[in-house]
């Protein structure tokens, strides 16, 4: 194509054309930049009051600090709450928006449909600050309301440390996340489900197929396109734990399950200003991230002929 038909066909689509160059402009910037940051993970860095200075000034330490997290005497420890936590998750947490937005499909009732769902996204919109506060007040052992009403029932005799109990922390994160991402997590699934063509379950009507033969061979087929692409991307984010949930239940008592990458991070790169360390940390995790995912695209391609891309 000619250079001018080039240059009016880009002026013709100007809005088009300023919408997606503000979008690359914001990636770059807020999604390229920071990784030259990577480059603190080979130098000694740690301790700096001047990190720009130092980022091109301070003397190159190779892979020092890879091998000093993986000698470090909390690496097991670390990763194995890391892994299997978001193992877990995965387990429990992926499948139960795909179960919920079904179910809520099935519902007919217009008016309790809206309830239900509008009920389940609230949580979603506090952060978890303030929904941490809220779980943190209602499970307390002095006056929380779970406690009391527990103790009213005759299941516990005395108040349960949900809080400060290390052996149910897992339970803890994965309850709470469930009840703050459960309706938000389904909406993306429920928009799948309206895309199915309504004439396959009137087809299936016709042959006698019930409601759960109709969810087995029609909804659960027709979205699990969608369903393949968010485990794919779910497998991505193995090693990536939810910072502020996890930090706001994290206590002293429950530490031996609640530390994971992301709160070691945290706790060793800004408050011990170790940050040559904890950005080898976190390239060690990106890259485990970067392998998961394309070993689960390349074997979701095999096995299901479909990947991400």
Do not use: C
């Not at 429920?190 to 063509?197: G, H, K, N, V, Y």
């Not at 239940?249 to 530490?255: A, E, R, T, V």
Request: charged share 15%; no cysteine; glycine share 8%.
């Amino acid at each position: 194509m000619h250079k001018s038909g080039i240059f009016m066909r880009l002026a013709a689509q100007w809005q088009i054309q300023l919408m997606s160059w503000l979008g690359l402009l914001f990636i770059i910037v807020f999604a390229y930049l920071p990784m030259t940051g990577v480059l603190m993970a080979f130098k000694d860095m740690d301790h700096s009051f001047n990190l720009i200075h130092d980022m091109f000034h301070a003397p190159w330490a190779g892979f020092s600090f890879f091998k000093e997290f993986f000698n470090d005497d909390q690496f097991s420890d670390i990763l194995k709450n890391t892994v299997l936590l978001n193992l877990l998750q995965l387990l429990i947490n992926f499948p139960a928006p795909i179960i919920f937005a079904i179910m809520i499909n099935e519902v007919l009732h217009a008016r309790f449909k809206r309830f239900v769902q509008s009920l389940s996204y609230l949580p979603h919109f506090l952060s978890w600050i303030v929904f941490g506060g809220i779980l943190t007040t209602l499970l307390s052992t002095q006056d929380g309301v779970v406690n009391i009403f527990m103790q009213k029932l005759g299941i516990f005799s005395q108040p349960f440390d949900f809080l400060g109990d290390a052996n149910h922390f897992w339970g803890l994160i994965i309850g709470t996340s469930l009840l703050k991402g459960l309706g938000w997590g389904s909406i993306i699934y429920l928009a799948a489900i309206t895309s199915i063509d309504s004439t396959l379950y009137e087809a299936a009507t016709i042959d006698g197929a019930g409601r759960f033969r109709k969810i087995w061979h029609i909804t659960i087929p027709s979205i699990s396109g969608t369903i393949l692409i968010f485990f794919l991307l779910s497998i991505g984010n193995l090693l990536n734990s939810a910072f502020d949930q996890i930090w706001i239940f994290q206590s002293p008592l429950n530490i031996d399950r609640s530390e994971v990458i992301d709160t070691f991070v945290y706790r060793v790169g800004i408050k011990e200003m170790r940050y040559s360390y904890t950005t080898a940390v976190g390239l060690f995790k990106s890259v485990v991230a970067l392998l998961l995912l394309v070993t689960g695209h390349y074997a979701s391609k095999r096995i299901a002929g479909r990947g991400l891309f």
